[in-house]
């Protein structure tokens, strides 16, 4: 009857419900992502307590060896000067290294080292607002990144949804080297099959894969004018390339 109640009486308990025993393929899969969750809060708090090294080299131990590979970017950048503005060329060659293959439920690193740079002083009498965007792969969680090396003190890491963008404020003068540093990112791989790549992470000059903000050196610039210096290639460029296995 709607509404009525089930009267227990005293002293007596209700009887429990049916508990249904887990299949051992049940039990498996419950520990397989319990094993997995595990891991990556762990890798998380690691990250957050700065303790990478150990993390890196479990990566490398659980997939195949990553050997460096050179990737040269060529840009068209926008440019503006007293008068007008253009696109000119501009290249870098990267530094990357990722394994081979690597298997669904596997950690991997890829690393990301974006080459020394000299601004030129004809044009420019220093720069500032350096930023390098980078495409992470679809098929895969980013858990922790980290920098490593360079010259610049203060650069950071920021995420914008699938891009991390390096950043370094400056200002950088002309006609002297700064080394970006380099920047490691542990990822886990969610997929069986496919092919996982990093890549350049402008969508235009926009939004560009390469920028800094110069200061002027051109005739016809008052001191201390401020001009873009914004670039993306004519495509994206696959920076790194893992397949993705059983």
């Given amino acids: 009857m709607p509404g009525a109640r089930q009267v227990i009486p005293v002293g007596a308990r209700p009887a429990a419900p049916a508990v249904r025993s887990h299949t051992e393929s049940e039990r498996q899969m419950m520990t397989l992502k319990s094993k997995w969750a595990t891991r990556v809060a762990a890798t998380t ?5 700065g ?22 970017v060529n840009y068209g950048c926008y440019v503006t000067f007293p008068g007008g503005e253009t696109t000119v ?22 690393t990301l080292d974006t080459p020394a740079i000299t601004p ?13 965007r980078f495409k992470l792969p679809t098929g895969a969680v980013p858990v922790a990144w980290w920098l490593t090396g360079g010259t610049v003190s203060g650069a950071s890491v920021e995420r914008q949804g699938d891009v991390l963008v390096l950043k370094a404020a400056g200002p950088f003068p002309a006609a002297t080297v700064f080394d970006l540093p380099e920047l490691d990112v542990l990822l886990l ?20 894969s390469f920028s800094w903000t110069r200061t002027s050196a051109s005739a016809g610039d008052p001191a201390g004018t401020l001009r873009p210096f914004r670039c993306e290639p004519a495509a994206t460029v696959t920076l790194t390339s893992t397949t993705a296995t059983k």
């Fill in 89 to 110: 060329p501009y290249a870098l060659t990267f530094t990357t290294s990722a394994p081979a293959t690597v298997a669904k439920g596997q950690f991997f690193k890829v």
């Fill in 120 to 132: 030129n002083p004809a044009i420019q009498s220093q720069v500032q607002d350096v930023a390098v």
């Fill in 45 to 49: 708090v690691l990250a957050l307590a």
């Fill in 51 to 72: 303790v990478l090294p150990a993390v890196s080299a479990q990566a490398a131990t659980e997939t195949t060896a990553a050997a460096a590979t050179p990737v040269t």
């Fill in 189 to 208: 791989s969610k997929v069986k099959t496919g092919v996982l790549t990093t890549a350049t992470g402008g969508t235009g000059t926009d939004n560009p």
